[in-house]
């Protein structure tokens, strides 16, 4: 099974930006494409962001969208999720997963074949 390496996580003002990048080590993307979620204390594991692997289209959540951006970079094989304006409610684990088997599901974490260990992003009030 291939590693997903995730990076970029950390402490930011509200309003501030960050940026996470996902990288399958060992081999390219397989499937259809890449996705985020992240899941905050108590509350549920939910869809952030997904792009199809060959970075042609794009799907946000609601709560996200105009302030993330989802991108590919097919030569470094990597992914990454530009985070701004943040907000204290994105304060989560933040999770890559890969290998997108069904094209029509970018928002069902049960789609991915290969997950990342989770970054934390806080974002301070």
Do not use: H
């Amino acid at each position: 099974q291939v590693q997903v390496v995730e990076s970029g996580g950390g402490l930011v003002q509200a309003g501030g930006s960050l940026r996470l990048s996902c990288r399958a080590s060992g081999r390219t993307f397989i499937g259809y494409g890449v996705g985020w979620f992240r899941q905050a204390p108590g509350k549920e594991f939910e869809f952030v962001a997904g792009i199809s692997r060959k970075g042609g289209s794009s799907y946000y959540a609601d709560s996200v969208k105009g302030r993330f951006t989802i991108s590919s970079d097919n030569a470094k094989n990597t992914v990454y999720l530009q985070m701004n304006s943040l907000k204290p409610e994105d304060t989560a684990v933040y999770y890559c997963a890969t290998d997108l088997m069904d094209s029509s599901d970018y928002d069902d974490p049960t789609d991915y074949n290969s997950w990342g260990q989770g970054t934390q992003v806080s974002v301070s009030s």
